[in-house]
Structures are given as C-alpha cells and as structure tokens.
C-alpha cells in the first residue's frame, strides 16, 4: 500500500484491558484504503476485541485510535459491521426487510431513539433495502420472517443491513463461522466483489482460506504482527496458534 495516503484506520500503541486482564499489549496498525485484511489468531487473542474498539464500542486503555481521520465514536456510521452472532434472538417475529432497515437508523437524525419512532422511514430507506438485498443476492427474502432462514441466508441478511448505509469500511466477525465450504467461499466472492469500493476487514479462524482473498494478514494474539499473503507459511502459523495447524490449499 502506498504510505503517502492517509490511513483510513489507524492504531497507534493500543492497550486494552478487561478488568485486571490484559488482551491487547501495544497495537500498532494502519489500514489503508481498499485494503482486504484479515484477521486471524487463536480463540481470546483479542480479534473480536479489536473491531470493537474499531468501532468505538470499547475504550483503549492506553494508546490512540483514528477512523477516517477521527474518533472512532464520531464515523461510526461510515462503518458496517457484522457481529459474530446476531444481535437479536432468531424466534422474533420480525421480516428480512425489517433487519435490514435497522441499518439506517440514525442516517435521518442523529438519534437513534427519535428514529425508532413510527413513520421515521423514508421511501429512500425501503429503496436502499432491495439494494442491499440485491447486491448480496437475498432480495427473493424480502419478506420472510429471519427465524426461517438457513445459516448462509441469515448472512447474507446480516451483511446487507451492514451495506444498507452505504459504509466506507466494513468489518465481519466470523461471518462464516456456522456454514459450510460452499457458502462460504460464495460469501467471500461476494466480500472480494466488495472491497472494489470499500476497505474491508475479516475476522476468521481460517487463515488458509482467507490467505487467498485478502492482501494482508494481521495475526493477532494479545500482540500483533502483520503479513502479506504470500509470506503466511507454516512456521507463522504455528508462532501464531503454538501448535501445528494443517494448512488447507483452495484454488478459485
């Protein structure tokens, strides 16, 4: 990546903390625009921690974080984010569409709460919803109810409410965590597809899979260190996870 760009992300001597515990020692990270990174490293290595703090949603304990040149807090609208696990219960009696539209809560006024209220929708909203829908191939769900969906369909929801607000960064934790190989390397074309104009980063326990898509690899185990796709080999590997892990080749 060229360095005279400004990072759209930047992370400089980040620690975090959960109470006396610590789960991120000193992270340094700039991420360009139209990067795809991945993120990778073992269960309580502090992935999931990471896009947080990302997004605003937790506080370093020390060190700087910068978004578009910014807190955190104040372009969280120009980041879409798909969590690790839905973020509502999947019996609610509520529609694909609805989903969906949650992702533009707040784009008409700067409280959420106001835009819960009845009405606050517009027809530019219910349009931007079927294109959401139609980019990740889900428009024919408009209308069913999200407890009915398969894993690989629920996904491809989650991430076009992620895309509905027209982000300038997305971020997945997990997104395939809970689908099979198929559908998941149709998730990833999808993300390839995406990040022709958007800076996209992927959390995945998957390192051999994702090495194929992204352009750069950040490995993160309380520490972090940052590779390009074709130094990743066994011997990171096992530095990363402290135990042989069988690498799998795909081919696209």
């Known amino acids: 990546m060229p360095h005279q760009q400004k990072p759209v992300i930047s992370l400089d001597s980040v620690n975090f903390s959960y109470n006396e515990m610590s789960v991120l020692e000193n992270i340094s990270l700039e ?18 921690t990471l896009l947080k703090l990302i997004l605003g949603q937790l506080q370093p304990r020390s060190g700087k974080i910068k978004v578009l040149g910014d807190t955190p807090c104040n372009k969280r609208h120009r980041i879409g984010y798909v969590s690790q696990h839905p973020s509502f219960p999947r019996d609610f009696p509520v529609t694909v569409e609805e989903v969906v539209l949650l992702g533009r809560l707040g784009m008409h006024n700067k409280s959420w709460l106001k835009s819960l209220r009845p009405g606050r929708y517009k027809a530019a909203d219910y349009e931007a919803v079927k294109k959401a829908l139609t980019e990740v191939e889900a428009e024919v769900l408009l209308h069913r109810q999200i407890g009915s969906l398969s894993g690989g369909q629920l996904q491809r929801v989650l991430l076009a409410r992620a895309l509905v607000s027209d982000p300038q960064i997305l971020m997945l934790d997990e997104p395939t965590a809970n689908i099979d190989q ?62 042989d892990v069988r690498m799998i080749a795909h081919h696209h």
């Open 31 to 48: 991420v360009f625009d139209g990067e795809f990174l991945g993120i990778v490293g073992p269960n309580a290595g502090g992935k999931s």
């Open 182 to 243: 198929r559908l998941e390397s149709d998730i990833f074309d999808l993300l390839k597809r995406l990040n022709e104009r958007m800076t996209i980063l992927v959390v995945s326990h998957d390192i051999g899979f994702v090495s194929s898509y992204v352009t750069r690899i950040a490995c993160i185990n309380q520490t972090l260190a940052c590779h390009h796709t074709d130094a990743i080999d066994g011997q990171v590997i096992q530095s990363l996870y402290g135990e």
